[in-house]
């Protein structure tokens, strides 16, 4: 074990360059998630958005229901049922957002055929961002309750479904625990630009060493097989890998302790796993590519950043422009982030629920495959040139 | 025999380093393969190691051939490198045990092993120093310990001395006459001449990818035409003295510049009393005077035309 113990030493030899990107993470991720706490809910409860809802269809206990969910998280504006007087107040802001219940979308969504209520907002307002929430989750336990319960009548539905809204409007409001999950959602999404830049340094420091012309010459004069050295190469890069994530959990367990230790701890701990695994694949790629020591740096500190950046790392999915986001889902870092605010806003777990967040851990696993099939490409187009 | 290389070709792109190269080296002896940069050593010390594809030829070593996974073959080979090939981030201890380990996996032997090559270098007062803090000439010394250390029966080094203070220089020839000694087989390759005389008990000379010339020391110069060369210091100096002298019999070349009279003559007949017998009856005044026997130098620029040193 000559190579994965040299691995280590040099590792432990650049450890000053390495434990600036865990600090700078644990002040950051500890200070801005103190900070954070809560604000967001109060901000919103205090700003209630204007919107119009307009009702095309019957009037039923559904959409009923929904202008009442609807009023009191907001305030509907008595405004007039007309395309163009309802675009100028939008363009006025007088409204942020428009509701249009279309007409027998009642029947449809009783039926369980495909039924949507028309949205119309003004592009890319947090505003907007929260009242597609609030339509979201009424329609989906409506759903719940109509798919679950044949024959349930209008009157229970919305008594029903207004009890189970409130409830968690008000865990999410006041409940201690709801704002921990906000913190470690912080928490989490910070660790992927530390982890990213460790891993991309501590594995292109390494194998900046061992790609060497000189080194490796030498060590293939040695009776010491070449698939043996790769492979002690392979399990120095995951040991690092994995260190750096065990290091990464426990300190969110000493930070927020029990809480940890729920479903959706375990969510994030796993979420983070994948993601490690993706960026191990991706530093492996750059240590290829990269020729100096110096590089080396810079590469760690433009890739790391740059997709946390536009991955939602520092700045939320939703305040980022669309052209943006589309950039970012070429990086697994986006799929990293999302994941975690999905797991952060589920209050329910089941397979409809999860469904999305295995879906994204897959597309970043997807990634690390994909992005390894590369590395070995440009191993050998590199070996046949030499 | 403990390597055997025959026709061997190597091109890059349009250049022939190794053009139809051979080379033998016997059990116990330390052949140097001397030839000036570009020559093609490295290359050939790389085909040897099959560390490079060749075009052609054949490459046996300790009676068998040699391949990038004959690893019985490579257990028994010390490099040292042309380039110094150690990890900044360890220590000389360090690398010494890393290098050594890569064939000793016995720990406390090894321990035996890398202190013994400690002291064998005279690295003993910079143990725990990291590569950087060590002058040119200790680097190659460490360089050195790390191809040693398992005590391999064979030997290789590719220009151990380039760049390397006088007191290291001695410690490194002195260190391969030792190792020579204690029963390994050495291959030093090298572009000063005075070296490859000094410790080598046979020689090749190599020039553009080619063996020139092979032999011990004395066959080499036994080779050429010319012997020993004579320098004198003349002050009135005038060409009727070079003409004299070239129609001199056994005088193979002379020529003046500088103040400096010289004179090569032919092997075996000594031509000193003559020429000063010559200056004498001419009443021509001079100053110092010496005699040189006929150098690798001289071997080499009477088969290529051309110095060795550039
Ligand atoms: N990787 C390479 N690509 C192209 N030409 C090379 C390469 N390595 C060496 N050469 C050329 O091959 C010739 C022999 O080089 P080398 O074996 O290093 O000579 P030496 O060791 O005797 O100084 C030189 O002309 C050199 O320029
Ligand atoms: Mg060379």
Known sequence: MQVFKVFFRIIKKNLGELSVYMIIFLVLAVLLSSINTGSQYNEFAQTKSKIAFINNDKTSALT???????????????????????????????????????????????NGEKAEIEITKVPDSISGVYMDNMVEKYLNTARIYINNMKNISGEKLTQYIQKDLSKTANVNLSAADAVQTKKYLYYYNYAAYSLSAILILGVCIVMFVFNKLDIKRRNLCSPLKNSSINMQLILGNLTLSLGAWLIIVITSIIIYRKDMFTISGGLFILNLLVFTIAMLSISFLISNIVKSRPATSAAANVVALGSSFIGGVFVPQYLLGAKVLTIASFTPTYWYVKSNNIISSLAVYNAQTLKPVFTNMLIVFAFAVAVLAITLVVMKQRKTVS | MVIKVENLVKRYGDLIALDHFNVEVQEGEILGLLGPNGSGKTTAINCILSLLKYDKGSIEIFGRPMSPSAYDIKRNIGIIMQNVAVFEELTVYENIDYFCGLYVTDKSHRKMLVDEAIDFVGLNDFRKFYPKKLSGGLLRRLNIACGIAHKPKLIILDEPTVAVDPQSRNNILEGILKLNKDGSTVVYTSHYMEEVEHICSRIVIMDKGKTIASGTNDELKSMIKSGEKITIEIFNFNAKILSDLKNMKNIVSCEFADNHLIVKSMRGENNLMVLLEYLKSNNIAFGKIYSEPPTLNDVFLEITGKELRD
Not at chain 1, 82 to 102: G, S
Request: glycine share 4%; proline share 2%.
């Open chain 1, 64 to 110: 009923d229901g929904l202008r009442d969910y609807l009023n009191e998280n907001a305030i509907i504006a008595d405004i007039k049922n007309d395309e163009r007087t309802l675009q100028d107040a939008l363009f006025y802001r007088d409204i942020e957002y428009i509701v249009k219940v279309p007409s027998g979308f009642s029947d449809k969504f009783y």
